[in-house]
């Protein structure tokens, strides 16, 4: 079992930077996939960006690409999204997620996660 709990988000004007933080329990963190989602009103849940097992390569939506930076530090057993220069349409409950099995950076990209944290807001102003 790993838990899951996410930190960091609030309200900023578009522009603006947030760190999101997600801490993790349970097992070795390194062996996990660590992944952030989100999900706004009425809207699906998306991916945004993943950090593959032990500090392997990273992938990331076209949507953030440039502006967002996922980073783990396994020692402290804490994955980050590094948010920067935020849209309004960046605006969402965003979530992150463990992943145990061996997958493609494809199948990555799909909400097919072990495990879950609640999800913190993000919401950015125009």
């Known amino acids: 079992q790993v838990q899951l709990v996410e930190s960091g988000g609030g309200l900023v004007q578009a522009g603006g930077s947030l760190r999101l933080s997600c801490a993790g329990s349970?097992?070795?963190?390194?062996?996990?996939?660590m992944a952030w989602f989100r999900q706004a009103p009425g809207k699906e849940r998306e991916f945004v960006a993943v950090?593959?097992?032990?500090?392997?390569?990273?992938y990331y939506a076209d949507s953030v690409k440039g502006r967002f930076t996922i980073s783990r530090d396994n020692a402290k057993n804490t994955v980050y999204l590094q948010m920067n220069n935020l849209k309004p349409e960046d605006t969402a409950v965003y979530y992150c997620?463990?992943?145990?099995?061996?997958?493609?950076?494809?199948?990555?990209?799909?909400?097919?996660?072990?495990?879950w944290g609640q999800g913190t807001q993000v919401t950015v102003s125009s």
């Open positions: 997620a463990a992943r145990g099995s061996i997958a493609t950076i494809m199948s990555l990209t799909t909400p097919l996660y072990d495990y």
């Open positions: 950090s593959r097992r032990s500090g392997g390569s990273t």
């Open positions: 349970g097992r070795t963190f390194s062996n996990y996939a």
